[in-house]
């Protein structure tokens, strides 16, 4: 079983930057993809972006690529999602996910169904 949690949220103007961290517990193993995902009230969870440790492959949604970072520290098995350039249609509730094993690829790691584990969430508001 992992845990995972996720912290960083919180109110930030259009224009700035946040970011998120996603600390992974429990029986940790070496290799597993970690998706972010989003969800606007009403609306299906989103993926943003994902990363694969065992050879650092990234995926984004066109929605977030160039403003977003997807980005891992082994050592600390947390998982981090960078965003900059921040939008009022960025304002939703983020997750971290964990598909292990890494059955992700670029036709599917954004489908939240093939994710094993989540978060519970972290808001983020973009609000002047």
């Known amino acids: 079983q992992l845990q995972l949690a996720e912290s960083g949220g919180g109110l930030v103007q259009p224009g700035g930057s946040l970011t998120l961290s996603c600390v992974v517990s429990?029986?940790?193993?070496?290799?597993?993809?970690t998706g972010w995902f989003r969800q606007y009230p009403g609306k299906e969870r989103e993926g943003i972006a994902c990363?694969?440790?065992?050879?650092?492959?990234?995926y984004y949604a066109d929605s977030v690529k160039g403003r977003f970072t997807i980005s891992r520290d082994s050592g600390k098995n947390t998982m981090y999602l960078q965003m900059n350039s921040l939008k009022s249609e960025d304002t939703a509730i983020y997750y971290c996910a964990v598909d292990y094993p890494v059955e992700i690829a670029a036709h599917n790691w954004d489908n939240r169904f093939e994710y094993d584990y989540w978060g519970q969430g972290t808001q983020v508001t973009v609000s002047s």
């Open positions: 990363i694969v440790s065992s050879d650092f492959r990234t």
């Open positions: 429990g029986d940790t193993r070496e290799h597993f993809a």
